[in-house]
C-alpha cells in the first residue's frame, strides 16, 4: 500500500484577498457596533423604547430569544429530510442495479 502524502493546498491570491476583505469589513462592523454602544447618546431613547416594550410583553421577549433556536431546528429539519430522501434513493438504486446484476426485474 503506497504511502499517504498529506499536501495542504496553497491558497490562492483572490481566496486570501476576499479572506482579508471580509475580516476587515467584519471589523469594521463590530467597530461601528462598539461606537454606537458607546457614544451613541442618540440611540438611547429608541433602546429605552425598546426594552420598555420588551419588559411590557414578556411573549415578544421570549420570542426574540428562541428565534434563532427555532430558525436552527427549521433548517437542520430540512437537511435532514434531504438526507434521508437521498439515502431512500441510494438504496433504491443499489437495490435496482444489484436485481438488474441478477437478472430479475424489481416489482413496480
Keep these: 500500500m503506497p504511502e499517504k ?3 495542504l493546498p496553497m491558497p490562492s491570491k483572490r481566496g486570501v484577498l476576499f479572506f482579508l ?3 476587515v469589513l467584519a471589523f469594521a462592523l463590530c467597530g461601528a457596533v462598539w461606537a454606537l454602544v458607546w457614544y451613541g ?3 438611547s431613547p429608541a433602546a ?11 411573549g415578544w421577549t421570549v420570542g426574540a430569544a428562541l428565534s434563532p433556536l427555532f430558525a436552527a431546528l427549521v433548517l437542520g429539519y430540512g437537511y435532514m429530510r434531504r438526507a434521508m430522501a437521498r439515502r431512500a434513493r ?3 438504486e443499489a437495490l435496482a ?5 441478477a437478472g430479475t426485474q424489481l416489482p413496480a
Excluded at 97 to 101: D, S, T
Design 5 to 7: 502524502q498529506y499536501v
Design 21 to 23: 476583505v471580509a475580516n
Design 41 to 43: 447618546d442618540f440611540f
Design 48 to 58: 429605552s423604547a425598546v426594552w420598555a416594550f420588551l419588559a411590557e410583553h414578556s
Design 90 to 92: 441510494e438504496r433504491a
Design 97 to 101: 442495479e444489484a436485481a438488474k446484476a
